[in-house]
């Protein structure tokens, strides 16, 4: 018998919850990100967000912390972020 391992429950509101968004290498990406991040969490830090870009250079992740409201922020969040096509994984 083997049980699926449950998702760690959040308690809102999470200040500091780290978002990891992972793109095509683009000038524009990071702003991009920041964008859509802004529209669901409108207290983004924009001086904490971090930009890294992957060893051959084809991808970039860009790392930020907001304060996570809700689940249903979230999953906003991450389907306006999936949404653009631009976006592989967000974590």
């Known amino acids: 018998m083997s049980t699926e391992p449950k998702a760690p429950k959040i308690e809102f509101p999470h200040p500091g919850y780290p ?13 991009m990100v920041i964008e859509i991040v802004q529209i669901h969490a409108p207290d983004l830090d924009i001086e904490q967000v971090t930009v890294q870009e992957s060893g051959n250079g084809n991808y970039s992740s ?11 922020q979230l999953e906003n969040l991450h389907q306006d972020l999936k949404a653009t096509g631009r976006v592989k994984m967000v974590l």
């Not at 978002?19 to 702003?31: E, M, S």
């Not at 860009?62 to 249903?72: H, Q």
């Open 19 to 31: 978002i990891k968004v992972i793109g095509d290498n683009a000038d524009d990406f990071k702003g």
């Open 62 to 72: 860009v790392r930020l912390k907001i304060t996570a409201t809700s689940k249903e």
